[in-house]
Every structure is written in C-alpha cells, then in structure tokens.
Antibody
Framework: EVQLLESGGGLVQPGGSLRLSCAAS????????MTWVRQAPGKGLEWVSG????????DYADSVKGRFTISRDNSKNTLYLQMNSLRAEDTALYYC??????????????WGQGTMVTVSS | DIVMTQTPLSSPVTLGQPASISCVSS???????????LSWLHQRPGQPPRLLIY???NRFSGVPDRFSGSGAGTDFTLKISRVEAEDVGVYYC?????????FGQGTKLEIK
C-alpha cells in the first residue's frame, strides 16, 4: 500500500522558516513526480509546488516563488518543502501528493494526511 | 492563470438520485501532447482529497462506476448516477495542462 506521511509543520512567526518533509512508502519513489498542495482553514485547494521524479524539473506557484524550495531525496524516499520568509497568508494544511506521471504533473492520485503550518506572532 | 469555475457551489441531493457538477476553464485544457489534464477529486470532512477521475473520463482505481466524467476543451462534467451517503463532501476539478495548476472553488454535495 502506498503511503505518504508529512511532518514538520508548526507555529512560526512571520518572516520565519520551516522545512516540511513527506516520507513515502510502498512505491518506487523515483518513478513519480510529487507535489505540495495547501488548504487554508475553511478554504479550497491551492497548488504550491511540484517536482519531477528525478528532481530535474521543479515548478512553483507565483505566491511562493522565491520563498519556497521543493526538493527530494530518492535514496530516502522523501519529499521536502523548505519555506522561508513565511507570511500569515501561508497558514494552511500542507498536503504532499504523488502524481500518476514521472516527468511532470498530470493528476494527483495519492495524498498524505497533511501537516499544519500556522504563521502568527 | 487558468481559472476553473464550478457550478453549482452547493448541491443538495436525495439519496439514490443523480447529481451533476460542471467545471468550466477560462482556456482550453487540450495540451500540445494531445491529452487533456482535467481531473476530479473528492474531499470528505476532515480527510485529504482523493482522486476520482483523471484525463477527463478515466476512473481511478477503486472508484465506483457510478462516477463518470465527460467533456472537452473548456467544459467538463462530473456525474454521479445514484448518490450514496458516502458521497457527501466537496468535489474539486483541477487542471494540470498549464502551470500554475489550478483548482475549482469546490462544490459541496449534501444529502437532502
């Protein structure tokens, strides 16, 4: 069974940093693109960032470009999201999700339970 | 950015009756590779989203056949042939044809 387990969320002050992790199991991790999607409390889904199976391609939403960095360690089956210069509007539940494809984003077929990030002073 | 507009935003449905959700994109979702990367997801309260349909009409593994997707270009539809109690929640369409990848606002399905 494919499982994704996010960690690293928490309360951080505006301007602070956090690194989210997503540990994957039950799949050939390097064969799939991965993505981060967030959901602010009571709101809809917002795509944040994506990365190809090899890590050679990455992409970001304009709202996080220059502040967030996506990466992956295929030897550890783990996806990361380094979040810097955090703002109140980054407060959300952050999901990692697996894509059905390897080289780009197509459809997100497996989702983790999410990790909550709260940016507040 | 491609804007995804869903209607209705709320849909009260009687158990056993059909339901339909529309999703209209602000640009064609036909990719240069010939595929259309339009998917549908379902999110129950307190749960992560789960994939129902990908590339317009392909049901994901384990999804009941009462769910079907159709459409082309900019107009897409999710249909539930007979609503069951477990179908409550919010349904989202999503496009992955062009970055940034965008979701519809969500349609809340509830039982009358």
């Amino acid at each position: 069974e494919v499982q994704l387990l996010e960690s690293g969320g928490g309360l951080v002050q505006p301007g602070g940093s956090l690194r989210l992790s997503c540990a994957a199991s039950g799949l050939f991790f390097h064969n799939y693109a991965m993505t981060w999607v967030r959901q602010a409390p009571g709101k809809g889904l917002e795509w944040v960032s994506g990365i190809s199976g090899s890590g050679g391609w990455t992409d970001y939403a304009d709202s996080v470009k220059g502040r967030f960095t996506i990466s992956r360690d295929n030897s550890k089956n783990t996806l990361y999201l380094q979040m810097n210069s955090l703002r109140a509007e980054d407060t959300a539940l952050y999901y990692c999700a697996k894509d059905v494809a390897r080289d780009w984003l197509n459809a997100f077929d497996i989702w983790g339970q999410g990790t909550m990030v709260t940016v507040s002073s | 950015d491609i804007v995804m507009t869903q209607t209705p935003l709320s849909s009260p449905v009687t158990l056993g009756q059909p339901a339909s959700i529309s999703c209209v994109s602000s640009q064609s979702l036909l990719h240069s590779d010939g595929s259309t990367y339009l998917s549908w997801l379902h999110q129950r309260p307190g749960q992560p989203p789960r994939l129902l349909i990908y590339k317009i009409s392909n049901r994901f593994s384990g999804v009941p056949d009462r769910f079907s997707g159709s459409g082309a270009g900019t107009d897409f539809t999710l249909k539930i042939s007979r609503v069951e109690a477990e179908d409550v929640g919010v349904y989202y369409c999503m496009q992955a044809t062009q970055s940034p990848y965008t979701f519809g606002q969500g349609t809340k399905l509830e039982i009358k």
